[in-house]
């Protein structure tokens, strides 16, 4: 057989920088796989079910800042993975997500497996088509590819139907381009209304979002919070994904509070906030009243033009890429924030540093204060984590319970943030395997996932595929046998039943569930561990070794 039409796709994806892709097969992706046989370009990362596979290429995507490409199965397949296409819907993760379809000549018998698979993805991604000839793969590959990763990024769907897999495609060129180019700055005029209303302000404080890393402008930002002596707050952690400010900088300060009411006490403090990158707000429970305090004034910047004013008034709103945008309103600032206002920056630096100083110093002798009490509380567990971590670590979070306070950031483990991935969609099953493509993308980083009992079984199949290519991820997953954070929010609601300690459906106990047992029989060595010494040594190996290991910890949260 001669070039067909899956040996031209995995060309065009080659031209494009692709290494990986990541699927789960079926009868009508045969042709794509017949042609990763003899593929030197991509390698297949096979998982054994569309969960795990999807959040794998999510991670890879997000860490590598390419596309990442992704194959499952016709319509059944489809409907296995649309959790994590939500995701990385959601988080804005450049995806390119392929299915296999029938063959056209067979469409209007409605034959087994076929649907309308354009119609059902439509939602959750930027454009979504099915490929009618061969010859259109050249144009389609590079209109994925492109929307994808063109700002505000996201997912993007192809289905392939067998007779184009399998159609001859010698006569057909491959036809890439150049992105265009993303660092786009807001207009000038823009930008000096921005800096005054800055660089007057009082009080300001700074709020991020995941979109800052994503831009690769932390630097930039640092440069602004410290001309500004602002303090920097990421979202809530129901929404926080990216790190996009060293949690080691005295002017990093803790996560927003969940809950309206809390986020409206928490920002009273300050006069104007720069809003950079992030969706303001993403509340998860209803409450009054609004968290955007009255009085305050906002300058947002953001790439994407739908965020600005989208749910709150802003005073100046940028409209740009953050690198350039916050680039050059910080040579703006140099220039405005002298004498007096130099002055009173100064004093709101050593008010910052040292108030974020006492909050950390609390939090370390919380979890001195419970170190003896077994099963190890939630703090004790993230102290140890957080006296583990080396400097250019990767983590991964898919713990609610136990990592919802974001104590390794609030304690300044995380020191380059990059490394940080936590979810944006909570489409259970991600982190496991989020945390197989960030070690893809980064081979000579570190990388520890912290994944709850819950979360776990979402997308534990996951573990095969680290096993199979010897991935080396460090899996710590926290057992509280039960969905904590579902009774949380129970409480919240204040729900009858909960309020008086009744839940239904929520725990995970009859009949216990043996982690280490599913991860060894999935090829990944496991343990239980109790003991916060023994916890500390095992994290130490995992994050050196070359191979998975998945470590359990009952956990009290």
């Not at 890393?213 to 500004?228: G, S, Y």
């Not at 979810?423 to 000579?444: D, E, K, S, T």
């Not at 520890?448 to 996951?462: N, T």
Request: aromatic share 8%; glycine share 8%.
């Amino acid at each position: 057989m001669g070039r067909s039409g899956m040996h031209l796709f995995l060309e065009l994806l080659s031209e494009y920088g692709v290494r990986y892709l990541f699927g789960n097969p079926g009868t009508t992706e045969l042709p794509l796989y017949d042609a990763l046989a003899s593929s030197r370009q991509i390698q297949l990362i096979l998982a054994l079910q569309e969960v795990p596979v999807v959040a794998m290429a999510d991670g890879y995507a997000q860490a590598s800042r390419q596309v990442g490409v992704v194959n499952v199965h016709i319509c059944c397949g489809l409907g296995n993975a649309m959790g994590m296409l939500y995701n990385a819907y959601r988080a804005g993760t450049p995806l390119l997500l392929t299915a296999g379809q029938q063959d056209q000549r067979m469409m209007l018998e409605e034959p087994i497996l076929w649907g309308e698979m354009v119609e059902v993805v439509r939602p959750w991604t930027k454009w979504a088509y099915e490929v009618r000839r061969v010859e259109e793969l050249p144009t389609a590959v590079r209109r994925a590819v492109q929307t994808a990763l063109m700002p505000p990024q996201g997912p993007v769907f192809l289905s392939l139907p067998l007779d184009v897999q399998m159609a001859s495609a010698e006569a057909v060129p491959v036809r890439s381009a150049p992105l265009p180019e993303v660092h786009v700055r807001p207009p000038v005029e823009a930008l000096e209304r921005a800096a005054q209303v800055l660089a007057s302000a009082q009080q300001p404080g700074i709020l991020v979002g995941s979109r800052v890393c994503e831009a690769d402008a932390i630097q930039e930002l640092v440069t602004v919070a410290e001309l500004l002596a602002a303090p920097v707050f990421h979202e809530a952690t129901t929404s926080h994904g990216r790190a996009s400010f060293p949690s080691d900088h005295p002017l990093a300060g803790p996560p927003l509070p969940f809950w309206s009411p809390e986020v409206r006490e928490f920002l009273a403090p300050f006069d104007v906030l720069l809003v950079v990158g992030m969706k303001l707000f993403q509340q998860y429970i209803y409450h009054e009243p609004s968290p955007l305090p009255d009085h305050l004034r906002l300058v947002q910047i953001d790439e994407n033009p739908w965020e600005l004013n989208k749910n709150y008034p802003v005073e100046v709103g940028l409209l740009g890429h953050p690198k350039p945008a916050l680039a050059e309103l910080a040579r703006l600032l140099e220039g405005l924030i002298q004498g007096a206002r130099a002055q009173a920056a100064d004093k709101r630096r050593a008010h910052w540093t040292a108030h974020f100083r006492r909050q950390q110093k609390a939090l370390r002798r919380q979890a001195q204060e419970q170190k003896d009490l077994r099963p190890l509380r939630a703090p004790v567990l993230m102290d140890i984590v957080a006296q583990v971590l080396p400097r250019h670590v990767a983590v991964v979070e898919e713990s609610p319970t136990t990592t919802m306070g974001s104590y390794l950031e609030r304690v300044g483990a995380l020191r380059d943030p990059t490394g940080y991935f936590a979810q944006r969609g909570w489409a259970l099953g991600w982190g496991l395997n989020c945390a197989i493509g960030v070690r893809l993308a980064w081979p000579h980083r570190p990388v520890l996932a912290i994944i709850g009992d819950g979360s776990a079984m979402y997308g534990f199949q996951g573990l095969w595929t680290a096993a199979r290519y010897r991935i080396p991820v460090t899996f710590l997953l926290t057992n509280n046998q039960q969905y904590k954070i579902l009774k949380d929010c129970a409480r919240v609601l204040r729900l009858p039943e909960a309020m008086a300690g009744r839940y239904e459906g929520l725990d995970l106990d009859r009949p216990v569930i043996d982690y280490v047992g599913l991860a060894r029989s999935l090829g990944v060595p496991a343990c239980r561990v109790t003991e916060p010494d023994a916890l500390a040594d095992w994290l130490r190996w995992g994050l050196d070794a070359n191979c998975p290991i998945l470590i359990e910890v009952p956990v009290v949260s």
